[in-house]
């Protein structure tokens, strides 16, 4: 009985270490995150306390950060977050200072509208602040105010002053949104304002589903009276 | 062929579970109690019985320990503070009812469907791996794989459906404060 239990607990614990991003519910309803905290709320938008900052701190060591950098906003989910590999910022000591700050929106990328808060990310160091080409491998994650499809991009601008740029976006959950990071600046996810939500009727698939489901009810059902 | 009718009755239920809860099918609840809904009419369909026992119980208990050792560990190490309480009773009642069914349908139903043990521990895991895929995406499914034969190896040691429903709901609870 002991040599099982701890083989169950092994075959878990290698199933965990090759899903480290998996959620451990494992029936399928997951847990809500709380509404969104906006720093400028839409009319109509629930009443929430205020978004957070968040910032971390590295030591600086032969000019460049020496350890990885997490920085995560405190919401529950986070609505920011900022992973960074060691060695990813080249700066003077003797330390590299991450800060992050939810801004409202001051204008809207080109044909798009910004959804929930403007993320600013800054980088503190000892003079000049420069990525290294290990900051290829750093990520950041947006929170969407909704899980709408289809689906938002990741804008970017060095300063507020610059352009938005999008970024390469990819979903990394329901509501959750990675891109690179590309160094200090300002961080959002904005919608196209031209895409209507495509929506179709789901009362055709519903009404199949059920269809099929009453013919395998009725087949289990002959099955099980002629085993 | 009885097996067959209830995978594809699962598929069904995944089906409508993923139109029900459209693009946050993961945390609709109207979505999880068509599915569970949908479960529950062919384990009803197939008579399936899941007698609760007391060694049941406690081998589920056991199970909800083995299940969110892992887990649990890593958070610990990381210190991560555990989540809190809030929505979590409607949150926790909707779980029961969907784990239940889970369990209800595939070490019950299906299980006793396959017959053969080790084919019933493995086809059971797979198909709750695949069952979670449009919800959490292939990166879940090495997870629930393994945990999906830890509730199979439980049905076994139990003789019933009841030990590993004990701790599928139970792991799912506990994962409420790991997130």
Redesign the interface.
């Known amino acids: 009985m002991r040599r099982r239990l701890l083989a169950a607990v092994l075959l878990v614990g290698i199933g965990r270490l090759l899903s480290p991003d998996a959620v451990p519910v494992y029936d399928g309803i997951g847990a809500p995150d709380e509404p969104y905290r906006f720093v400028a709320p839409p009319s109509g938008a629930k009443k929430t306390a205020d978004p957070t900052s968040a910032r971390a701190t590295s030591p600086v060591v032969a000019g460049v950060s020496s350890y990885g950098l997490s920085v995560a906003t405190a919401e529950s989910g986070p609505q920011f977050s900022l992973f960074v590999p060691p060695r990813s910022v080249a700066t003077g000591g003797p330390t590299l200072r991450v800060e992050v700050a939810p801004l409202a929106p001051s204008d809207q990328p080109p044909g798009a509208r910004i959804d929930g808060n403007v993320y600013g990310v800054t980088l503190t160091g000892a003079g000049p602040v420069t990525l290294t080409p290990q900051a290829a491998l750093a990520t950041l994650y947006l929170r969407a105010t909704t899980a709408a499809q289809p689906p938002p991009k990741m804008q970017y601008r060095p300063a507020a002053a610059d352009p938005w740029q999008a970024l390469d976006t990819a979903r990394a959950g329901q509501d959750v949104y990675v891109s690179d990071f590309r160094g200090p600046g300002q961080y959002a996810l904005a919608f196209a304002a031209s895409a209507a939500e495509h929506r179709t009727s789901r009362l055709p698939y519903l009404v199949g589903g059920a269809l099929v489901l009453v013919v395998v009810v009725v087949v289990v059902v002959r099955l099980r009276a002629t085993a | ?2 097996a067959v ?2 995978l ?2 699962l598929a ?2 995944v ?3 993923v ?2 809860g ?8 109207p979505a ?1 109690l068509v ?1 569970a809904a ?1 479960l529950l ?2 384990s009803l ?3 399936t019985r899941v007698p609760v026992t007391r060694r049941a119980v406690v081998l589920g208990l ?2 909800v320990v ?6 649990g560990l ?1 958070h610990l190490l990381a210190l991560r503070p555990l ?2 309480t ?2 979590f009773l409607p ?1 926790a009642l ?2 029961i009812v ?2 239940g069914a ?1 369990e209800v349908f595939l070490r019950g139903t299906l299980f006793e469907a396959l017959r053969t043990p080790w084919v019933a521990v493995l086809v059971s895991a797979v198909a ?1 791996a695949l ?2 895929v449009p ?2 995406g292939w ?9 999906g ?2 509730l199979g ?1 439980l049905r076994l ?1 139990a003789g019933t459906a009841a030990a590993p429903a004990v701790t ?2 139970g ?2 609870l ?3 404060f ?2």
């Open positions: 062929m009885r009718a209830l594809a009755g069904v239920a089906g409508m579970r139109v029900v459209d693009h946050d099918v993961a945390r609709s609840i999880g599915f949908c009419v062919l369909a197939a008579r056991v199970g083995v299940v969110c050792l892992p887990v890593g989540h809190a809030d929505g949150w909707a779980v969907v784990a889970e709750f069952l979670h919800l959490y990166q879940a499914v090495p997870l629930d794989l393994a945990v034969v830890v190896g040691e599928h709901i792991a799912d506990v994962g409420w790991l997130r």
